[in-house]
């Protein structure tokens, strides 16, 4: 796998990032996660503008523009020869001193992989069992509207998940409110109305979110931003999440109890299918 690291494209066997790294050391950075649906990158522009204001709220300098990045990452696509997946960029404050401080920071670290993935045409919805975690997010941080690399609630949580043999965890935050997946976002049916926790209960605004927001208002569906207790999901006429790596999947299993299915899902699906496959979004 060839990837991009601080401006060479090498074999990810021979790139190196110094010990003295923040990102590192601190978890002082932020990554993207981008769908490469047909070898294009799906909604590019938001991913980098929520990088970009990322960057911008911890006082790490971008080291490339938004054209040269897009740029290194369509060509780290071309050498990998990748159809459809994920691309990842991570960005660190560098190497700096030791201790928090992140005065004298040196270069920013720029990295950008891929990884390869199926293809959605033709693929069925995918139907996961979800455990309630025990780690609890933060209600209206800040930090919660991008994707630093310091995840380990989220470690935390995947870990519980992985033991009892689950495909995500559901986390509540420190109201006691529904939250988000470990690694997705989260939805709820209500008749026709597709309820989801604000930005307030702690989760990140996340892309492939905000895009099946639009595909539901796109197909006559209401869309209403919620404070909910975990019984929602078992009162709710079906639940799904929403993440870069798998697109949608619906929840069929909560804490080892059953949970309401809905139609409206694969509904919603086929729509994200439809628009992914069909060129929506993407960029060359």
């Not at 990452?73 to 404050?93: D, F, K, P, Y």
Request: with cysteine.
């Amino acid at each position: 796998m060839i990837c991009y690291l601080n401006g060479q494209f090498l074999p990810v066997e021979e790139a190196t990032v110094s010990v003295m790294d923040r990102g590192f050391l601190l978890g002082d950075g932020l990554f993207e996660t981008v769908p490469i649906y047909q070898a294009g990158l799906f909604k590019w522009d938001a991913h980098w503008q929520r990088l970009e204001c990322g960057a911008s709220y911890l006082g790490i300098p971008l080291p490339c523009s938004a054209i040269e990045t897009h740029a290194a990452a369509v060509e780290v696509i071309r050498r990998n020869q990748l159809s459809n997946g994920v691309l990842r960029i991570t960005l660190t404050r560098g190497i700096g001193r030791r201790g928090y401080s992140p005065k004298g920071a040196g270069q920013p670290t720029l990295a950008i992989t891929s990884h390869a993935g199926p293809a959605l045409d033709g693929a069925h919805l995918q139907l996961w069992s979800a455990i309630t975690s025990t780690i609890r997010l933060p209600a209206g941080g800040m930090l919660n509207s991008f994707k630093h690399t310091s995840k380990l609630p989220q470690v935390l949580a995947r870990a519980e998940a992985d033991v009892a043999g689950a495909d995500e965890a559901i986390m509540l935050n420190t109201s006691n409110e529904l939250a988000e997946g470990a690694s997705s976002n989260l939805f709820w049916i209500e008749g026709t109305t597709i309820c989801t926790p604000p930005l307030s209960a702690g989760i990140l605004a996340g892309v492939t979110r905000d895009f099946v927001i639009e595909l539901c208002s796109g197909i006559g569906l209401g869309f209403e931003e919620r404070t909910a207790s975990q019984k929602a999901l078992f009162e709710a006429e079906g639940s799904f999440v929403t993440s870069s790596g798998i697109g949608i999947a619906a929840l069929v299993k909560l804490d080892n109890r059953p949970l309401p299915t809905s139609k409206v899902t694969s509904r919603i699906y086929d729509e994200f299918c439809r628009a992914v496959t069909t060129g929506f979004g993407r960029r060359s």
